[in-house]
């Protein structure tokens, strides 16, 4: 999973990128509300993690331009500001998570995942394909299916709660396992 991580602090940006390299995550950073817009323009994050005290402007104000545009991506809101108006302002703002500063990375990392669960959306085959290969690696058609097949073989064997539906046409989709 990829995530776009916006914080001006360069001690903090390097620890929460360590924390969530070692979670397995592919982290790019920034540390300006303008770069962030680029970025988010341009690249398909899974979720972002925005700090609001930005030296080139409010990070709500950045989150007050995405979801209008029918962004949706799943944005933890990282910050000093612990005061109940202010967490309540960032979460009606659009934010689907908030962590107020100083925090334990072990939470932070737990968030993220969690914002990723949430999500419950169907990922087309295409999305996949992108994620999981580079430009110059040749493709074989069924390669995809080929791993949601190993997958959902593990899945059962592991007992999970969750399972991986074919939404023919369109995808896959990871739901919680009916039970």
């Known amino acids: 999973m990829r995530l776009l991580v916006v914080e001006d602090e360069p001690r ?9 390299e070692r979670a397995e995550f592919a ?3 920034v540390r300006r509300r303008a770069d962030a817009r680029e970025a988010l323009a341009n690249t ?13 402007g409010d990070g709500l104000n950045l989150l007050a331009e995405l979801r209008p545009t029918g962004n949706r991506i799943p944005i933890l809101i990282l910050t000093a500001r612990d005061a109940v108006e202010d967490r309540v302002l960032g979460l009606d703002a659009g934010a689907d998570d908030y962590l107020v500063k100083p925090f334990a990375m072990s939470e932070l990392v737990a968030r ?7 999500q419950g959306r169907v990922v087309p085959k295409s999305v996949l394909e992108e994620k999981l290969y ?22 059962q064997e592991a007992a999970a709660s ?3 539906h074919t939404v023919r046409g369109v995808g896959y989709l990871l739901a919680e396992t009916k039970g």
């Not at 580079?134 to 899945?155: C, F, M, Q, T, Y």
Request: avoid cysteine.
């Open 27 to 29: 982290v790019d950073t």
């Open 12 to 20: 903090i940006l390097e620890i929460i990128k360590a924390a969530l």
């Open 44 to 56: 398909a994050y899974d979720a972002a993690i925005l700090d609001l005290g930005l030296p080139d």
């Open 112 to 118: 993220t995942k969690a914002l990723l669960r949430r």
């Open 162 to 164: 969750a399972e991986i």
């Open 134 to 155: 580079g430009i110059d690696e040749e493709l074989e058609s069924n390669a995809v299916p080929v791993h949601v097949h190993h997958l959902r073989r593990k899945l």
